[in-house]
């Protein structure tokens, strides 16, 4: 019984991490795009919960609007990140990794200090240049550098007055932050509060079995829209060869924007599940991002297989070595007791999982799947 219960336990930690893993599968996996903000886009998708579940408070059916919001947000919002920054920086990693990084630290302080003035001056500025640019491009005109930078920088004077006046005229009102830097707590409807209790002294809480549930139903979806769909195929197509697909007509860059977005997505549906286990905070998506790269690597960069085997791997070790179960099977044997009992601690545990996962990328460098992708073909 005692198995039984590490197992579960190990099984329901996995879940988490492969749900979590998911969207990084696609970014990093299929195009190779090392995105370091993919833990603060799952932070968007509870966030985007929290404030869903405020506004249907009382209404148990919110989880299922909640799934389709913090999908739809991080989505768009990944478009968005990739029309404005990724595709310049593709076969550019080292740059990817530091604009991406800079991201996150800006949505990490962005949802500490987000205010109905900064939203009104953020509003102004998108506004003004991206709608003069656009109306540029539908003209069939476009600006030159300097140009663009005197349009940036008179857009972003606008906005700054813009922030100054509603400050000044609403008030505290318009300068209060919406979250602030204290977490926030997503309360679970009703019937995911309890658990299944499978014997007298083993009980699986109903979040984790959710959980569970949302990362099988988002692997079906992802494998189905891989595989059995045109745009899975045309990204399949750019991932093994992207000037072969071109000159086939693929439309590359769409396919480049939609891939990213997809992945985005899915970082805000992992961040809906997780928000039923803690506190929602700015530093929500840093518990997550270093497990997310080590189950996308250890799996086989590209292969949903290696990255469910990975994740569950990752999350039933994790639980069994940092809950000291381990250390407590392995009694008979005092050594090796000692050794995994100086490891039954959560950050020990990470630690010792790390150093293992290192040593068997040494032997296998492309992890437990190895699949041809664009950064092989590079």
Do not use: H
């Not at 795009?33 to 404030?51: C, S």
């Not at 809906?272 to 700015?282: E, M």
């Not at 010792?352 to 040494?362: E, H």
């Amino acid at each position: 019984m005692e198995f039984l219960d590490a197992l579960v336990n190990g099984i329901a930690t996995g879940a988490v991490l492969l749900l979590a893993a998911l969207g990084l599968a696609i970014t990093f996996g299929l195009m190779g795009v090392i995105n370091m903000a993919q833990g603060e886009l799952m932070m968007l998708g509870a966030y985007t919960t929290f404030v869903i579940q405020q506004g249907l408070r009382g209404w148990e059916g919110y989880v299922l609007v909640a799934l389709v919001g913090a999908f739809v947000v991080t989505a768009l919002f990944g478009l968005a990140l990739e029309r404005a920054v990724i595709r310049f920086l593709y076969d550019r990693p080292l740059e990817t990794l530091l604009a991406t990084w800079g991201v996150s630290l800006i949505l990490q302080q962005l949802v500490r200090s987000v205010n109905w003035a900064l939203v009104a001056g953020v509003g102004v500025f998108a506004l003004l240049f991206w709608g003069a640019l656009g109306v540029l491009r539908w003209q069939r005109r476009c600006l030159p550098v300097w140009g663009r930078g005197l349009l940036a920088a008179l857009a972003a004077g606008i906005g700054l007055t813009t922030i100054a006046l509603v400050s000044q005229r609403l008030g505290l009102a318009a300068r209060k932050p919406w979250f602030g830097a204290q977490n926030v707590d997503v309360t679970a409807p009703a019937w995911l509060r309890t658990g299944w209790r499978l014997t007298e002294t083993l009980q699986i809480p109903y979040t984790r079995l959710f959980i569970l549930g949302l990362a099988v139903v988002c692997l079906l979806g992802m494998g189905l829209f891989l595989y059995r769909s045109p745009w899975g195929l045309r990204i399949r197509a750019v991932t093994q060869n992207r000037a072969m697909s071109a000159c086939l007509g693929i439309n590359t860059d769409a396919v480049d924007a939609l891939t990213f977005a997809l992945g985005s997505g899915l970082a805000g549906i992992a961040g809906c599940g997780v928000s039923f286990l803690g506190s929602v905070g700015p530093n929500t998506g840093q518990n997550y991002i270093v497990d997310m790269f080590m189950v996308v690597v250890l799996g086989g960069v590209g292969n949903l297989w290696g990255t469910v085997l990975a994740a569950l791997g990752i999350g039933t070790l994790n639980y069994l070595l940092g809950s000291g179960k381990l250390a407590a099977w392995v009694q008979p044997v005092p050594g090796l007791a000692d050794f995994l009992g100086f490891f039954s601690t959560t950050s020990m545990a990470k630690v010792l999982l790390f150093i293992l996962i290192v040593a068997f990328l040494q032997y296998r460098p492309a992890g437990l799947f190895p699949q041809k992708g664009r950064m092989v073909e590079s």
